[in-house]
Every structure is written in C-alpha cells, then in structure tokens.
C-alpha cells in the first residue's frame, strides 16, 4: 500500500487532536477566507471556497465561524490578507517535501520555514526543485467498516474515480481533481460516511524510510505542521504500518 494512504491515516489521527486544541479551525478559516477573497463568497459558485466549507463541517466547525471566515474574504468583515506560498525542499534521507503555506509576512514566514528545514536535517530548495515529482489528485478516506469494497467501487468508479486503496481500517479513494466534488456528491447521495476530503498533492514515485531517518522525517513534517503559517505539508516517504504505528504512538 502507498506510502499517502498510510500517512493520510496518520493525519486524519493527528487532526483529531489538533480539532481539540483548535489548531485545525485556524487553518481551515484561512482556507476559507483567501477562498473568499480570491472567488467570492458563494460556495455554489466557488469551487475551492465550497471544499473549504465541506473540510469545515467535517471538522464541526460552528457555522458562524464560517460565515466570519467567508465575510473576512469578501471584505464585509475587516480581517488580515494572507499571501499563498509553497515552499520546497529536502527532508532526511532525501525526502521530497513540499509546504503549503499562508502568510501575511512573507519576510517572517520564509525565515522560519528556512529554520525548520535546517533544524530538523532538511534543506530548502529553490521553487521548482521537488514539486515536479507531484501530481494533485483529490483524496477521500473511508472507514471500511461503514461501506463494502464492492459498493464502494461501484458508487466511486462509475462517478469518475481514478483508484480505490485500502489499508489497515480504511479505503481512500483517489480522483481526479475535476472529479472531486462529483465523487463526493456521489459518496454523499449513496450515504456513504467520509473521513476526510481534501485536494492532495500525491507523488509520483515513494523512498523508503526504516529507524532513525524514518523518525526525524516525521519529526520534520510535524514541526511544520505545527507551524501557524502553514497550511498543509506533503512528502514522498514510505514508512511500515508497523513503523509508522510505533513512531506515531
């Protein structure tokens, strides 16, 4: 099984925690708000604002929290504007690492996400250097035990999915990013309970980690994550279920 299947169960695992110390609700309101700004404020008619409020109402965020955010983006609401930036880089035995970030001091951001790299035994690159060995794709995770593999398959397939993976208790379905929403509206009709949904950057090919690199890579992504400018992190490493268990836990 791929390394991201593996590591989007880690996430999802982590996401729980940081729902409770609200850390995940800062991220998506600036999803939201720079969604907003840049689209407008009606979801029908914003594609990337409408899977911000969908990442929202998975993490039961409050729906005035919501309109705030999408208020803030439209102007009706004063509120800080936020620059996009990806950084990229390499982590510990060469991992490919790319960090999606949101900032309204570019200066500041860039500095500190410098540090993290070098803190923790990566280096950043030039813009460029690791982001051609991604490909988007949407990714939808699934408990297996709210759905069988054959309705799964028939219910995502036939709404335009690329490939349905399985590991440990769930199934993520890979899409398209066109398909994306059609695959959730799809899931959704067919009462098919989601995870989590999110537009991924997935790569193209994976380097296998064991003991200590394994470790510091993870030790590496989390610092990022942790980080208040950053948004999502995306990294090509293939950790054991049984490693990848061990480290988390």
């Not at 880690?10 to 609200?22: E, I, Q, W």
């Not at 379905?173 to 009462?191: H, R």
Request: hydrophobic share 40%; charged share 25%; net charge negative.
């Amino acid at each position: 099984m791929s390394g991201h299947s593996k590591w989007s169960k880690v996430k999802h695992v982590k996401a729980v925690v940081d729902a409770k110390r609200g850390k995940i609700f800062t991220k998506i309101i600036k999803e939201i708000t720079v969604a907003a700004r840049i689209g407008g404020g009606d979801a029908d008619g914003n594609p990337r604002l409408r899977a911000a409020v969908m990442a929202a109402k998975q993490a039961n965020m409050p729906a005035e929290n919501i309109k705030r955010a999408i208020q803030k983006g439209t102007g009706e609401l004063p509120g800080v504007v936020y620059e996009e930036i990806t950084y990229e880089g390499y982590g510990p035995g060469g991992v490919a690492i790319l960090v999606e970030a949101m900032t309204d001091n570019k200066n500041r951001t860039v500095s500190e996400m410098r540090y993290v790299f070098s803190r923790n035994n990566g280096n950043m690159g030039e813009a460029g250097c690791v982001s051609w060995m991604f490909h988007k794709k949407g990714s939808i995770l699934i408990d297996k035990s709210s759905v069988t593999e054959d309705k799964l398959m028939e219910v995502a397939l036939e709404a335009g999915a690329d490939d349905i993976q399985e590991d440990s208790g769930n199934f993520e379905v890979l899409t398209p990013p066109e398909a994306f929403e059609k695959i959730n509206a799809a899931l959704q009709s067919n009462e098919i309970p989601v995870i989590s949904s999110e537009l991924a950057m997935v790569p193209q090919t994976w380097i296998k980690l064991t003991g200590k690199e394994a470790q510091q890579v993870l030790k590496l992504v989390e610092a990022f994550e942790d980080h208040d400018d950053v948004q999502k992190v995306w990294a090509n490493f293939d950790i054991s279920e049984e490693e990848l268990v061990q480290l988390a836990g």
